[in-house]
Structures are given as structure tokens and as C-alpha cells.
């Protein structure tokens, strides 16, 4: 859940305190907590067997909290299967795939690429 979410559902939350006589301050002072939490960076490694942003996802690695997850075995059980449904879940692209390691004109690649994209929480 993103800082925002969190952020969102704590002020919902004293809304319908509100609605039912009266807002908590453990409720207040929850959101305010919440605000003055430095923002973290999450990564999210997402190698396609293409190069544009709709190619399958071929493999995964999380960066979360400064901890490696390398997330299910089962490509079946990853979050994403492209990159758009990544950017569509509210990550943002960083880094596209290197597409000048791939030039060579003696020979044509079968290759994918690898994109780094980021959410912050």
C-alpha cells in the first residue's frame, strides 16, 4: 500500500469516527505520524523478452525496505506479466532497456532488456 493509501484510509477512518460523535485523537495523531515518516524507495527489476514495454515479463526482483525478493518461483504467481500492467499499478519507469549494448552489425540479437522502475511509500 502506498504512504498516500495509508495516509487516505487514516483520514477516512476519522470521518466516520466523526459521523459517529466524535474523532479519536489516537486517530489525529496516527496521520500526523504517518507525515513525518521519511519516504522509501521500492525497485522493481523487470526483465521482458523484448525491448518495448508490453513484452513478457521473463524474470522479477523486488528492492523493498532494503531487502532482495526475488518474488514466486512460479512466473505464474508474479505480480506482473508486462511492463504496462507495472506502470498501470502506479510504478513509474526509470530506467529502459540499454538498447546501444545490442548494436552490432555482423550479427542480429534475440534479445530482451531490462527495466527499473520505482515506487516511493
Not at 502506479?90 to 530506467?95: C, D, E, L, S
Amino acid at each position: 500500500m502506498a504512504e498516500d493509501d495509508s495516509i487516505r484510509e487514516r483520514v477516512e477512518q476519522c470521518l466516520e469516527e466523526l459521523a459517529l460523535g466524535g474523532v479519536k485523537e489516537a486517530s489525529l495523531r496516527a496521520i500526523l505520524d504517518a507525515l513525518d515518516e521519511p519516504p522509501r524507495q521500492q525497485l522493481l527489476f523487470l526483465r521482458v523478452g523484448g525491448l518495448t514495454v508490453s513484452s513478457e515479463v521473463v524474470g522479477m526482483l523486488m528492492l523493498e525496505n532494503g531487502e532482495i525478493d526475488e518474488g514466486p518461483l512460479d512466473p505464474d504467481d508474479w505480480p506482473y506479466s508486462t511492463v504496462i500492467e507495472a506502470i498501470q499499478d502506479g510504478w513509474r519507469v526509470i530506467k529502459f532497456p540499454e538498447l546501444a549494448l545490442w548494436v552490432d552489425e555482423t550479427r542480429t540479437y534475440e534479445v530482451g532488456g531490462e527495466y527499473v522502475l520505482e515506487k516511493w511509500r
